[in-house]
């Protein structure tokens, strides 16, 4: 029996125009892409409307909406799809804020020992975007790295894989993000 093609493969298939190879993907890639969506959603407020599923197929949409991506691997795929849940994650979050008129205002919980902020304490959705905005002015690779480490849940080394970069610029990235994002959300 023939071996699958590995996702890299089909992945540049797919940057090559091959429609197909776009449609054997999904089936692969759906459930690493739905622990992606869990991790995105576990960090929301616990009623949130927009559930896993509707986040996975917006972020497919989106991604198959890429045009002239140069799918360089896995690791890439899945950067750019937390990049996608994150920008979907705000636009719901603004989206609901306008029509409350600024009533429920969504917020993530950060844990001491992965993020930035105290115990317990969560921090308005918008806000950190905003924040991460302000950082991606000096410093585009540090918001990857919170993107792909926070958001995504990858490790240092698949986050340096992911960034083509050694594990400690990775890491010193980390550390200096965090520190950046703590002491900007507590303004």
Not at 36 to 54: D, I, M, W
Not at 64 to 78: A, D, G, I, Y
Not at 142 to 159: A, H, I, K, P
Request: net charge positive.
């Amino acid at each position: 029996m023939d071996r699958p093609p590995e996702i890299t493969e089909m992945l540049h298939q797919w940057s090559n125009g091959n429609q197909k190879a776009l449609e054997d993907l999904l089936p692969i890639v759906y459930d690493e892409l739905h622990k992606q969506a869990s991790r995105y959603l576990r960090r929301e407020r616990r009623n949130h409307t927009l559930q896993t599923t509707a986040l996975i197929h917006e972020a497919y949409i989106r991604l198959v909406e890429q045009k002239n991506v140069n799918w360089e691997s896995r690791t890439h795929f899945f950067a750019i799809s937390a990049k996608l849940m994150r920008r979907i994650l705000v636009d719901h979050a603004r989206s609901r804020n306008r029509q409350k008129r600024g009533g429920d205002v969504q917020t993530v919980p950060f844990e001491e020992t992965t993020m930035v902020v105290d115990k317990g304490k969560t921090v308005d959705l918008l806000q950190l975007d905003e924040v991460l905005d302000r950082l991606m002015e000096l410093d585009e690779r540090q918001v990857r790295v919170v993107e792909l480490r926070y958001f995504s849940g990858l490790n240092m080394e698949e986050t340096a894989a992911a960034l083509n970069v050694s594990r400690t610029t990775v890491a010193n990235d980390w550390n200096m993000a965090k520190a950046w994002l703590h002491r900007e959300l507590k303004k």
